[in-house]
């Protein structure tokens, strides 16, 4: 069972930036696609951005296109998102998890994602 556990919230200002991590266990990291997705309590879990295993192709929600990059180490076994630019609606507990298909795409489906973790608080004070 891979584990994955995600830091780097916290409290910031609008327009300011944090660095989310998110540390996996096992071997097989390197094969699969790694998202990202964010909830606000009351809501649906909604995507974020994801990377492709080789990291070769991204993929982002429209709502944060050119604020937040999505990066990878897979030596490491670390996925990381760089938030910039950020608004108080980005406020939510952010999740990370992994594809759930060998090699498969960094796709939006909640449900092409089978392994989560915890989340990270990000608040973003106006």
């Known amino acids: 069972q891979v584990q994955l556990v995600e830091s780097g919230g916290g409290l910031v200002q609008a327009g300011g930036s944090l660095r989310l991590s998110c540390a996996t266990s096992?071997?097989?990291?390197?094969?699969?696609?790694m998202g990202w997705f964010r909830q606000n309590l009351g809501k649906e879990r909604e995507f974020v951005a994801a990377?492709?295993?080789?990291?070769?192709?991204?993929n982002y929600a429209d709502s944060v296109k050119g604020r937040f990059t999505i990066s990878r180490d897979n030596a490491k076994n670390i996925v990381y998102l760089e938030m910039n630019g950020l608004k108080p609606e980005d406020t939510a507990v952010y999740y990370c998890?992994?594809?759930?298909?060998?090699?498969?795409?960094?796709?939006?489906?909640?449900?092409?994602?089978?392994?989560w973790g915890q989340g990270t608080q990000v608040t973003v004070s106006s």
């Open positions: 990377i492709a295993w080789s990291s070769s192709s991204t």
């Open positions: 096992g071997r097989t990291f390197s094969r699969y696609a």
């Open positions: 998890a992994r594809g759930s298909r060998l090699w498969g795409p960094p796709t939006k489906r909640y449900d092409d994602y089978d392994s």
